[in-house]
């Protein structure tokens, strides 16, 4: 039965899909489909209801009150006045056609232009929802009433115990039979009272626009306010005692104008401009008379720098008073006339020398270093030549260079030929530390001048036979 349902759903959706649009009448083999008046299953009650309206607009769903469905082709007509803007399948019933097993044999179509949807699906829709969302557009503002909406509903197929049945669907209306007025509490003003007159307000219906009922405004009090308008130089000026609300002048008392309070401005001209005197009112700013005073002629000066070494000189003549240059001439900037060189710090072996000569025009200073006298040494003497050590024992060499004033320019550099055996440092301090013989060396100039020392490291054993040994002679 559920494969037979698809099957005709989606022929039912090729069907309804050339009636939604050019309705013409089709018709289905007997063996697939019935029309049985007398099924079981419950025929659907359709309901036109309106879910809002404005003097603008009208919105309508088509819903399903009870009984269920497969599919059926539907047309809502409409008065003239009436124009159909859109049609929306609801959300509820958009959801429903998602959750059928397969809901790509479900079909649902409309035309805006003949107010036609179809709905077909493989599954019985039983549920009371909203089917679908009619919005118009309104060429009067009357409320719309029952006679001027109307559904049909042809092709309703069912889901019965003897197959797919077509059935006749039941339509109803919520719409009134006539137009009910909606109650507003908001109260419109059409005219505002005055102290003189009332005012009027009333409230519409806000579906179709008409007055629902109008109702008088008293009139208003006189509420009076004192305005002042300042008199000026020229024109005077008055208080008045008027009512707010009607704008009726009660009294009326002028102020006498103040007449002009003048001082002088001056322009001074100068070489490329007029001047000017104006007489100017301080109150007001109005410029009461003016004069033009003739520009002035140029009075030439000159003016003089001496050039020097570092900036040229330059000889201008200009107009005092407005500063135009006639012409100029440029001096070029001399040369820097030193004095002698004058030696003010003497070098010596241990620092540098500085010597220094000053321009005799500018007063700049030039400053030389004159580097420290450097010795070369000559030769390095060392305190031993040849010593021995007990392992873990530390003595001093001390290296003699020749000339004495090398020594402020040049280190003496301290090597040890196996440090294992004895190590030195920077001082000549020579440490034993194991047996054997190394051979230290002092040298300065990167090695041109040396002198080395050899150096014996005993052990207490060794030192002990050295000594028997030399009881009998022998040397080792």
């Known amino acids: 039965m559920k494969k037979h349902s698809g099957i005709l759903s989606a022929l039912l959706a090729v069907i309804m899909a050339f009636s939604a649009f050019a309705a013409p009448v089709l018709a289905l083999g007997a063996e697939e489909i019935s029309v049985n008046a007398e099924s079981t299953a ?54 429903f056609t998602a959750s059928i097993p397969e809901p790509d044999l479900g079909v649902n179509m409309f035309n805006v232009n003949s107010g036609k949807f179809s709905v077909a699906g493989t599954v019985s829709c039983s549920n009371p929802m909203s089917i679908a969302t009619y919005t118009y557009s309104k060429s009067t503002g009357a409320g719309v009433t029952k006679a ?44 505002e009272p005055t102290c003189l007159e009332e005012g009027s307000r009333q409230t519409v219906c806000p579906e179709c626009g008409e007055v629902i009922q109008t109702k008088p405004i008293a009139k208003l009090q006189h509420d ?63 410029v009461i008379s003016h004069t033009t005073l003739q520009k002035t002629e140029h009075k030439l000066v000159t003016e003089m720098k001496e050039a020097d070494c570092h900036n040229k000189g330059y000889i201008i003549i200009k107009c005092a008073l407005c500063g135009d240059v006639a012409s100029r001439v440029d001096i ?32 700049d200073v030039q400053e030389v270093v004159i580097p420290a006298i450097k010795v070369v040494p000559e030769s390095i003497t060392l305190s031993e030549k040849e010593i021995t050590l007990n392992r873990g024992k530390t003595t001093q060499l001390f ?9 402020y320019s040049y280190d003496v550099e301290w090597s040890s030929s196996n440090p294992k055996v004895c190590s030195v440092d920077s001082e000549g301090n020579v440490t034993a530390h194991r047996s054997g ?40």
């Open 42 to 95: 419950a025929a659907p009650t359709l309901n036109i209801k309106k879910v809002s309206e404005t003097p603008e607009t009208l919105v309508i769903d088509i819903e399903l009150v009870s009984g269920s469905f497969l599919c059926f082709d539907a047309q809502v007509s409409a008065a003239a006045r009436l124009v159909c803007k859109s049609i929306e399948f609801s959300p509820d019933y958009k959801a």
């Open 399 to 407: 290296a003699d260079v020749q000339p004495m004033e090398a020594t």
């Open 437 to 476: 013989t190394a051979v230290i060396t002092a040298s300065a100039d990167n090695g041109k001048v040396k002198a080395e020392c050899t150096v014996h490291v005993d052990s207490l054993f060794m030192k002990i036979v050295r000594i028997v040994l030399g009881w009998f002679g022998i040397k080792i």
């Open 332 to 363: 070029a900037k001399t040369e820097h006339n030193w004095t002698d060189w004058t030696v003010v710090k003497t070098p010596t072996y241990t620092s540098d020398g500085l010597k220094r000569r000053v321009c005799r025009i500018c007063g």
């Open 148 to 191: 001027e909406i109307s559904l049909a509903v042809d092709s309703c197929y069912i889901e019965s115990a003897d197959g797919d049945t077509e059935v006749q669907a039941a339509v109803t209306s919520s719409l009134g039979e006539t137009h009910t007025h909606v109650q507003n509490e908001n109260w419109i003003v059409t005219k």
């Open 224 to 286: 009076t306010e004192e305005i002042r308008v300042e008199p000026s130089c020229e024109e005077p000026g008055y208080t008045e005692t008027v009512c707010k609300t009607c704008k009726t002048v009660l009294s009326h008392t002028d102020i006498p104008a103040l007449g002009h309070d003048t001082y002088e401005v001056r322009l001074e001209p100068t070489c490329h401009s007029e001047g000017s005197v104006d007489v100017v009112c301080r109150r007001c700013e109005k």
